[in-house]
Structure formats: C-alpha cells, structure tokens
C-alpha cells in the first residue's frame, strides 16, 4: 500500500509550463512510479513511467514535452511539462505500480488527481 499525493496543478496559457509534484508515502524500490491523465470524456493513459534504477519510458504522446523525474530519495515525483498545449488539459495522477514498469505497468495505486487547465 502506498499513499500518493500530487500538487502543483492550475490553469496556464498555452506555451507555458508547469511542474507537477507527487509526494509518496512508501518509496521503496519494489514500486514503479508514474504519471496518469484523464483528459475530459476520455479513458485514463499513463504519460510516463520511472523505474526503481531511473529508467524511463513515455507514451508517444508525452514525448519531447514531458520530463518525469526523482529526487535522490525516491518519495517525490516530478513531471515537468513545457509548451502546454490546450489538448493537455486534463486531471494529472501520480500513479504506482509494483512489477513491470514502464507505461504500459499496471498502476494499481493512484493519488486523488490534480487539475491542469490550459488555456489558449
């Protein structure tokens, strides 16, 4: 069980940037760690994924723009998103996952979400 807690969310213009937080209560090396977002009428997709040894891996949709990221003590998660685009609104999670990792892992544990709004 690990509890997830994101922030850093708000509304923007379009070409702007914003970095997401992700604080975790358990960080420890059997856990997977990424980004989900749910853009309004559509399903949940995982963005971005970083494994226990820092590999990462990104959907092809988030690449080039997104930056997923760890601080030395691997219980705060960073995403960092540049040149926001309008089709990037959506509510972001913080997401982990134990086994197989990267963005197709099974993220069986999700934080509460927090909202990116971007406007044009």
């Known amino acids: 069980q690990v509890t997830l807690v994101e922030s850093g969310g708000g509304s923007v213009q379009a070409g702007g940037s914003l970095r997401l937080s992700c604080a975790a209560s358990?960080?420890?090396?059997?856990?997977?760690f990424g980004w989900l977002r749910q853009m309004p009428g559509n399903d949940v997709e995982a963005v971005a994924a970083i494994g226990p040894d820092g590999r990462v891996s990104y959907a092809r949709s988030a690449k080039g723009r997104f930056t997923i990221s760890q601080d030395n003590t691997r219980n705060n998660l960073y995403l960092q998103i540049s040149d926001l685009k309008p089709e990037d609104t959506a509510t972001y999670y913080c997401a982990a996952a134990v086994g197989y990792c990267d963005v197709q892992a099974d993220f069986t544990y999700r934080g509460r979400g927090t909202q990116v709004t971007v406007s044009s």
């Open positions: 358990d960080y420890s090396y059997r856990f997977c």
